[in-house]
Nanobody, 123 residues
Framework: QVQLAESGGGSVQAGGSLTLSCTAS????????LAWFRQAPGGEREGVAG???????RYADSLKGRLSITRDNGQNTANLRIDNLNPADTAMYFC?????????????????WGHGTQVTVSS
């Protein structure tokens, strides 16, 4: 079983930036994908970004240009930076894990999930 711990959420004003961190532990494979999803109240869970062990990133087209995802394989941690935040970015952000290369950023492709960290952007 894989455990995922998210951190870095909080409240920020529009135009600001935030970095979220996700650390995987437990029965992780050496080559894996760590990804971020988000879900606004009443909305569906949508993919944000993912990163494979070799550092290859995958970004949601709608958010490209405002995102940067990096990872530290020694710590099995992925960090997601979001720039130029706006109120539409307000959501619960979840970390997800999958063995192997990053699949398309759809929830159905990921089996292991963290509990989420809240991001609230005020105008």
């Amino acid at each position: 079983q894989v455990q995922l711990a998210e951190s870095g959420g909080g409240s920020v004003q529009a135009g600001g930036s935030l970095t979220l961190s996700c650390t995987a532990s437990g029965d992780t494979y050496r080559r894996n994908c760590l990804a971020w999803f988000r879900q606004a109240p009443g909305g569906e869970r949508e993919g944000v970004a993912g990163i494979y062990t070799d550092g290859s990133p995958r970004y949601a087209d709608s958010l490209k240009g405002r995102l940067s995802i990096t990872r530290d394989n020694g710590q099995n941690t992925a960090n997601l930076r979001i720039d130029n935040l706006n109120p539409a970015d307000t959501a619960m952000y979840f970390c997800a894990y999958q063995t192997g290369r990053c699949p398309p950023l759809l929830p159905k492709h990921f089996l292991d999930w963290g509990h989420g960290t809240q991001v609230t952007v005020s105008s």
